[in-house]
């Protein structure tokens, strides 16, 4: 087992889940508007789709992994690419956080739970970046690919919450910071940029 990956996939997945998106944008508007516990809600019910994600991807890539070598090596050029394209469609967009704030609906717990499951479950584009992510990061020669996608994705859950609840718990001054610092996008935006050309340039010398 090689713990140098797994720590190398931790770090990944915490600066992915610091990275300015949809999903950590939505939690901060939910704490913002409603408080925190329904910040956290909206935290649960997003990490627990990831579950789904990691299932559709340890069952069907595990499968393709064993019947072909170059067709996994093509999994992992396909991921580090989509990476590059990643990056590239931050660098062409705006270095503005956009945050609204009065604009977030009122709901309760359960609901901001399941609108976060159903938003991270049938959202095609998870799907896509699990399968980007997580094929060069497989840390065993003994373990089954199953069993290591589970780890893998169950890893990518603690981390991510941890990272998602902070947010939620520091909404306010999060958005206070970025309302008054406008240099902020700016940092955000080149952060996002290298993280995701450094996962696409880390899958591309990873080996099996």
Known sequence: MNYEILHAFILATAALAVSPGPDNIYVITQSIT??????????AGLISGCLVHTTLLAFGVSALIKANDRLFFAIKLFGALYLFYLAFKVFRSDAVV?????????KSLGQLFKQG??????NPKVTIFFLAFFPGFLFS??????VQFYVLGLLFMFVSFLVFSLIAILAGTISDYLTQH???????????????????????????
Request: no cysteine; glycine share 16%; proline share 2%.
């Open 141 to 146: 020669d003994t373990l089954g690919t199953v």
């Open 182 to 208: 406008a240099g902020a996008g700016v940092f955000l935006k080149w952060m996002q940029i290298i993280v995701f050309l450094g996962i696409g340039i880390y899958l591309l010398l990873s080996d099996k």
């Open 98 to 106: 956009q945050l609204s704030g009065g604009k977030a609906p009122r």
């Open 34 to 43: 409603n408080g925190k516990k329904y910040g956290l809600a909206t935290v």
């Open 117 to 122: 499951l159903i938003m991270n479950v049938l």
